[in-house]
């Protein structure tokens, strides 16, 4: 006994693309300053996790490189000072970086902010 599955015509084998992502992106904009061999440079967050973030900076980034990462809220509270970063991707002066390591203070002032991002989105 042989099994037939019916075919199916090709506009009916349509898959949505799943986001795959982890974590909700909250659309910021906040000043940063990042730290790597050649020096420093400024750019600006302009998505945020508690993972990671989306930047534009004008600083050429590779995938794979680390670095240091300092977020300032602009709101007058303390920075929130990432000590190790990982770029994951780069596309036109757009990077993509994960948080790899950072004291406990400043992972808790980095879900505050967080918080404080998605909470005026729903207040808004």
């Known amino acids: 006994m042989e099994l037939m599955l019916p075919t199916l015509p090709e506009q009916d084998c ?3 693309r799943m986001n795959l992502r982890r974590y909700v992106r909250k659309a910021v904009n ?3 300053i990042l730290t790597e061999k050649g020096g ?3 750019g600006q967050v302009i998505d945020l996790t508690t993972r990671g973030c989306g930047l534009r900076l004008i600083l050429p980034l590779a995938c794979g490189q680390c670095l240091t990462l300092k977020l300032y809220p602009g709101d007058g509270t303390s920075a929130v000072i990432c000590d190790l970063v990982q770029v994951q991707w780069v596309k036109a002066g757009r990077a993509g970086l994960a948080f790899l ?3 406990l203070e400043n992972e808790l002032r980095l879900h505050r902010l967080c918080d404080e991002y998605l909470l005026s989105k729903v207040e808004d």
């Open 14 to 16: 349509f898959v949505p």
């Open 30 to 32: 906040l000043g940063i």
């Open 40 to 42: 420093l440079a400024r």
């Open 101 to 103: 390591s950072m004291s």
